[in-house]
């Protein structure tokens, strides 16, 4: 399975971005985003089950929405109000079990996407 980003990009803060994931197959696997800063460990921003149940940090709590089309194959992340902590490159996962999501060990990860906040 291979996961493509996309839709990052420099924004100013307050501005939003979405991000979109393509998987190259049809899949109904649990989906997250993971973010790493220079410097800073990856964390995980959101997730979302394979029964549509969805999880998020308290930094992207009221702020990112995820979202999935099975249809196309895609997940999203809508982020709104977006701050200069935000700047990272954002990676999309993809694994059968939500907890291989949730703690860092999902099975496909993407090339990345870099978001940059400007203050």
């Known amino acids: 399975v291979e996961l493509v980003e996309s839709g990052g990009g420099l924004v100013q803060t307050g501005g939003s971005l979405r991000l979109s994931c393509v998987a190259s197959?049809?899949?109904?696997?649990?989906m997250g985003w993971y973010r790493q800063a220079p410097g800073n460990r990856r964390e995980l921003v959101a997730s979302i089950s394979r029964g549509g149940i969805r999880n998020y940090s308290d930094s992207a709590k009221g702020r990112f929405t995820i979202s999935r089309d099975n249809a196309k194959n895609t997940v999203y992340l809508q982020m709104n109000n977006l701050k200069p902590e935000d700047t990272a490159v954002y990676y999309c996962?993809?694994?059968?079990?939500?907890?291989?999501?949730?703690?860092?060990?999902?099975?496909?990860w993407g090339q990345g996407t870099q978001v940059t906040v400007s203050s």
């Open positions: 197959v049809s899949i109904f696997n649990a």
């Open positions: 996962v993809s694994d059968w079990n939500i907890r291989a999501v949730l703690s860092d060990s999902p099975q496909y």
